[in-house]
Nanobody
Framework: QVQLVESGGGLAQAGGSLRLSCAAS????????MAWFRQAPGKEREFVAV????????LYADSVKGRFTISRDNAKNLVYLQMNTLKPEDTAVYYC??????????????????WGQGTQVTVSS
């Protein structure tokens, strides 16, 4: 089993940057594809980005492509989300998630086996 703990959220101004981190427990971190999702008030949880087990492949939501970068450090059991050029519409609770089984990177919330508790990101205009 994997436990995920997000950190790095907070308040930023539009145009600013934040870097989120997700720390994973256990010795099998490199066997999971890792993703970030977000959920704004009154909205469904939506896909942000996913990275393959090796870190060699990534996939992004169109809304964040070119602004956000997902990366991972398998030696430290960490996955990151660097968020640049933030917009007020990026305001949400951000969650990291781990996918144990699927071989293809997925944008679908269903199928991610483990989730963190989330970290709040608020972007002011």
């Amino acid at each position: 089993q994997v436990q995920l703990v997000e950190s790095g959220g907070g308040l930023a101004q539009a145009g600013g940057s934040l870097r989120l981190s997700c720390a994973a427990s256990g010795r099998t971190f490199s066997s999971y594809a890792m993703a970030w999702f977000r959920q704004a008030p009154g909205k469904e949880r939506e896909f942000v980005a996913v990275i393959s087990r090796s870190g060699g492949s990534t996939l992004y939501a169109d809304s964040v492509k070119g602004r956000f970068t997902i990366s991972r450090d398998n030696a430290k059991n960490l996955v990151y989300l660097q968020m640049n050029t933030l917009k007020p519409e990026d305001t949400a609770v951000y969650y990291c998630a781990a996918d144990r089984l699927r071989t293809m990177l997925s944008r679908r919330r269903e199928g991610y086996d483990y989730w963190g508790q989330g970290t709040q990101v608020t972007v002011s205009s």
